[in-house]
């Protein structure tokens, strides 16, 4: 069971901004950086958003993350079909040695 | 361009062993970690360890200890993950994943997975 908390689904049309957020604790998001992976179906992960806020190389700045205390989130504006997908919150969890990820949120693009 | 190139599918047996393989390329093996993440059947991620190929140090999530066992050969540019008994509960795929630099909690580089199926 995992300590990072994300909303099972989210959609929204074509061009429109969808947020998904990822709630943890003191132990994880409140004193370690946050990641976001995004895994598109039948695919292995990839990585849209490290050290909270930074985007790799190649990744559009559609993509874009925040993190306030203990929560976190991923906005995706001008949606596009090709964003559908999974998507994890990630973050190391110090009192239990663990990299933790969140439970994932499916994104639906109508 | 970096890659990371896993292993075949494997289908075992309860009680069997295995070791299921990464080959990294077109990067400095030794100055990157390896972690290693299963996800089970129409589940989420789960990290399930780490190593560092330069001193073989290895941390393990601690839902896991002792059940797995993480290892590198530097010649080779080569991780593994292996089992020494399956259960039917390590049915999942299975990916090797490098940490970004300096030993950065966050995994920039994929392979392509490797699918475990136990069954008997």
């Known amino acids: 069971q995992s300590v990072l908390t994300q909303p099972p689904s989210a959609s929204g049309t074509p061009g429109q901004r969808v947020t998904i957020s990822c709630s943890g604790g003191?132990?994880?998001?409140?004193?370690?950086?946050v990641n976001w992976y995004q895994q598109l179906p039948g695919t292995a992960p990839k990585l849209l958003i490290y050290?909270?806020?930074q985007r790799p190389s190649g990744v559009p700045d559609r993509f874009s993350g925040s993190k306030s205390g203990t929560s976190a989130s991923l906005a995706i504006s001008g949606l596009q079909s090709e964003d559908e997908a999974d998507y994890y919150c990630a973050a190391w969890h110090d009192s239990l040695t663990d990299y933790v990820f969140g439970t994932g949120t499916r994104v639906t693009v109508l | 361009e970096v890659q990371l190139v896993q292993s075949g599918a494997e289908v075992k047996k309860p009680g069997e062993s295995l070791r299921i393989s990464c080959q990294g390329s077109g990067y400095s093996f030794a100055s990157y970690w390896i972690s290693w993440v299963r996800q089970m059947p129409g589940k989420g991620l789960e990290w399930m360890g780490r190593?560092?190929?330069?001193?073989?140090?290895?941390n393990y999530s601690p839902s896991l200890q002792g059940h797995v066992t993480v290892s590198v050969d530097k010649s080779t540019g080569t991780a593994y993950f292996q089992w020494s008994s399956l259960q039917p509960s390590d049915t999942a795929i299975y990916y090797c994943a490098r940490h970004g630099p300096w030993g950065s909690i966050y995994f920039d580089y994929w392979g392509q997975g490797t699918l475990v199926t136990v069954s008997s």
């Open positions: 050290n909270n806020d």
């Open positions: 003191s132990s994880n998001i409140g004193g370690n950086t």
């Open positions: 190593i560092n190929p330069s001193d073989s140090y290895t």
